[in-house]
């Protein structure tokens, strides 16, 4: 009898010491595409995971990818799938957080790793505003496609105002020059949302890369100085929402849409959310002083989703707490083995408030 | 024989217990340790940012006779590039990289290293990269430096001559913000890169090197 309890324990030890092992090494860090196995679901077949985003009349809409320019398998199911959910939420652009062209970036090049993958939007009117990234040739800048005014650094005031302005940075490279023109534009903005998307993320858990600490030293001082509301970038390979930083801004990772590293995500307290299984892209969607996100995988799964108030705009509900920070509203996870998946669009959830 | 089974159970289950506790307390005590190290750091890259910040002003004002003939060469070329740029007219600005890049190498066929990085100024340059770049404060930046270098990333070999063209498709290293506030800032149309240790001018548009600082940065450090 005992024996066999020694053996039950055994077995459970084995267990235990295996989880371990697990979340201490983590995943072997490569860039191997996911099995193909499971890129079967999502847009494939023609159905949808459901959308969480409100889809109020009026409202701001965009994406957000990440290290895309590779024209490989990824990205282009991350394309078809951003297709797919574009039927049910029309957003008007995309932003790029860098790392648009990989390696080569002649015609033939910007048609296999931009135009093919995103084809069906180009052909749908969206509108893609690049910023670039350390493996971009800066003369992206003259590309039509990217709509960057033939400069490195802009900004620009969404198709449907919504008093939100967004300003593309080239973090490679952050002269005088460029934090001159950059607390010039914000000194000057009305805009309520002040959105700022480059390529080297202020906060990152990456293994490989990691916040870029000399980039947050130049940026944050003036994203508090101008309250800037939030900020999207890509560089290491996987999907991370940070929880609120200085100021109340919330950093994002989306440096995924056709570039994977699996299991970079190293564990710290400051991730609110991450997934480094398989390729993603953003939604974003502004209503007033909230701004609501989904964060999809290449299979249609939701990854992550939520609401963010923007950083010091008052908070109307509950009126029991008069702080001014920002409230980050989160739903309860999908689980990712198994896609959520809606036969035919119905009417949009709003994420469910925890508090 | 019953003691012994009854040892290796207690036994069995002190290690499950401790393996829980360990798997419960260890990952928050680490991951808080990395976040608390993460703002550490920060803060003494904030410091150094400012320092710099100091450093490029003070050399403004101590090297002003180095940096006036670096300055003259800077100027030149600039002009010589605005000139270029304008003859190109009004083609598609896609197709301008190339046609630069044979009109300013047409134009600068006799041009040698240090022509624009005079000797004089060499050592300033040096003394202000090594500033920001050795030391216990500089982790930072010299992550940075090999953060898409091109000799770090596997990306295609650049080769560090005048008028050789950085090739499509080579990673650029992110020049860490704090030596850009240290150095003399340059025109929109040159910027500073690193290939390996050496410090390198690119024509923003025509993608060619103009010149070099051969071994500028101290060993390279990745992450």
Known sequence: MNGARVGQFGRLLLVVSLAQCALW???????????????????????????????????????????????????????????????????????????????????????????????????????????????????????????????????????????????????????????????KELASSTSDWKIAFFHHPLYSSGRTHGSSLETRAILEPLFLKYQVSAAFSGHDHFYERVKPQKGGIVYWVSGAGGSLRKGDIAPTTMTAKGFDRDYHFMLVEIAGDELYFQAISRTGVTIDSGVVHRPGAPVKVPAASPVPEPVLVVPAPVPLATPVVT????????????? | MKHHAKCASRATAFMFVASLAALGLFVPATVSAQTARDKVEA?????????????????????????????????????????????????????????????IVSKRDDAKPGDIFERDVQPLFRRLIAEQLKGPDTAAAREAVGEG???????????VRVNAAYPA?????????????????????????????????????????VDFLPAAAPALVSR
């Open chain 1, 25 to 183: 090494n983590g995943p072997p860090r490569t860039e191997a595409p996911p099995p193909p196995e499971r890129a079967t679901t999502g847009a494939r077949a023609g159905r949808l995971a459901t959308l969480t985003l409100p889809l109020t009349a009026g409202s701001v809409r965009f994406a957000v990818i990440g290290d895309t320019g590779r024209g490989n398998s990824g990205q282009i199911e991350v394309g078809r799938q951003m297709a797919a959910f574009h039927k049910e939420f029309p957003f008007d652009f995309v932003i790029m957080v860098g790392d648009n062209i990989y390696g080569a970036d002649a015609p033939v090049d910007m048609v296999a790793k931009f135009e093919s993958p995103y084809k069906e939007l180009l052909d749908a009117g969206v509108k893609f505003q690049a910023s670039l990234g350390n493996h971009d040739n800066p003369n992206q800048r003259f590309y039509k496609l990217f709509n960057m005014g033939n400069e490195r650094y802009y900004t620009f005031r969404p198709p449907t105002g919504g008093g939100v302005r967004l300003f593309a940075l080239d973090t490679t490279y952050i002269d005088k020059a460029q934090t001159d023109w950059f607390e």
């Open chain 1, 343 to 355: 036969p035919t669009p119905t009417p949009a959830a709003k994420p469910t408030p925890l508090g």
């Open chain 2, 43 to 103: 803060a003494k890259v904030a410091k150094k940012v400012e320092k710099a910040r100091r450093a490029g002003e003070r050399a403004e004002k101590e090297a002003q006779e180095a940096l006036k003939d670096f300055r003259k060469e800077v100027a030149k070329y600039e002009r010589l590039h605005a000139v270029q740029l304008a003859r190109l007219g009004t083609r598609d600005p896609a197709l301008v990289q190339e046609a630069m890049a044979r009109a």
């Open chain 2, 149 to 159: 270098n091109p000799t770090e990333e596997g990306s295609p070999p650049v080769l």
């Open chain 2, 169 to 209: 498709g080579a990673s650029r290293s992110t020049v860490p913000p704090s030596l850009l506030l240290a150095l003399p800032p340059l025109p929109a149309c040159l910027q500073y890169l690193f290939v390996g240790r050496d410090l390198i001018l690119v024509d923003s548009v025509a993608q060619i090197i």
